[in-house]
């Protein structure tokens, strides 16, 4: 299931070819297999380079780039594959000065709880474009004429956390829009549970753990609770059944003393096995019970819709 853009000059449309995403029914199937593929992933940089080339395989692009910006903590991360496609030193000074002068930025903070992915020409008009020091110093540069962006954290005035798919060529189909919009909450809880993982790698609260006789999948699938995924859910995600998941919580509760979900994750962060709050690193979710099934909330509408601009077809 690939989609790949013929080369063309900057400014002409993109051809497309050998898609076989052909229907919204593809379009699930294709957003539903990403966490059979990223699901098992180990490392952030191992998950962030495996993302980012199943993110190029479905929406066509130049460069896909994974960007974390916390200016509170002075921090700004960004990762781009292919690894040798940009400088990523150069990026992240960029993003760092032209953060409070990006149009894709300003839209998510002009409607908030909007969170959902889009386009550059859903924002701005590429004349209001030019005119930004985003485009002269971040996006120009880099030959990123079009930008598809797809948030994998809560957006604040001082944090950011999103994918962000770059192009020469034509702009993002409404096609490819709709499929990020299905991938989103997957791409969502995967990056943040890349987080709860590292914990586990270094081998945290694993003396607790192991005086609970707690088994490492009952502490990951404890983890994934911890941040709202249903059963079934995880199971999807660990390549279970929710049966099984439920069995392991069931063993998990007793050894924890508590009969609900609710208290084990209570008693497990009290313990220090699971972090205080899931939005300690600025994430929240948008939408739980979507979550296993790669289907985004659609109960808000995005700025390309209340302005009545479908956006451009690739």
Avoid at 32 to 44: F, I, M, T, W
Avoid at 54 to 71: K, M, R
Avoid at 221 to 234: F, N, S
Avoid at 240 to 252: C, D, F, M, P, Y
Wanted: include cysteine.
């Amino acid at each position: 299931m690939r989609t790949a853009a013929v080369p063309v000059a900057p400014g002409e449309p993109a051809r497309q070819v050998g898609s076989d995403v052909e229907s919204v029914g593809d379009l699930s199937q294709a957003a539903a297999s990403v966490s059979y593929e990223l699901g098992p992933v180990a490392g952030r940089q191992d998950f962030l380079q495996a993302a980012a080339e199943t993110l190029l395989s479905l929406i066509s692009g130049d460069v896909a780039g994974w960007n974390l910006v916390d200016l509170a903590a002075g921090r700004v991360e960004v990762a781009c594959f292919p690894k040798d496609a940009l400088d990523e030193e150069t990026v992240t000074g960029g993003l760092r000065e032209t953060v409070d002068d990006n149009p894709m930025v300003a839209s998510y903070l002009r409607i908030r709880g909007d969170a959902l992915p889009r386009r550059l020409s859903d924002v701005c008009t590429h004349r209001e474009l030019i005119k930004t020091r985003t485009y002269a110093e971040l996006l120009g540069p880099a030959a990123a004429h079009h930008q598809l962006t797809i948030l994998t954290g809560r957006m604040s005035p001082v944090s950011a956390r999103c994918w962000a798919i770059n192009r020469s060529g034509s702009d993002f189909s409404d096609r490819e829009l709709e499929l990020a919009r299905r991938l989103q909450p997957l791409l969502w809880v995967l990056d943040h549970t890349r987080d709860l993982s590292l914990g586990q790698e270094r081998g945290e609260n694993s003396d607790v753990a192991a005086r609970l006789h707690l088994t490492g999948r009952e502490l990951e699938i404890l983890r994934y609770v911890g941040t709202g995924l249903t059963a079934d859910a995880i199971g999807h995600l660990l390549r279970i059944s929710g049966r099984t998941v439920r069995k392991h919580l069931e063993n998990a509760y007793r050894k924890l003393d508590c009969h609900d979900r609710l208290l084990a994750v209570q008693r497990a962060r009290t313990l220090g096995l699971l972090e205080n709050s899931t939005t300690a690193r600025g994430v929240t979710r948008p939408n739980a019970a979507s979550a296993g099934s790669g289907t985004p909330d659609h109960g808000h509408r995005s700025e390309a819709a209340r302005r009545g601009n479908p956006g451009k077809s690739g």
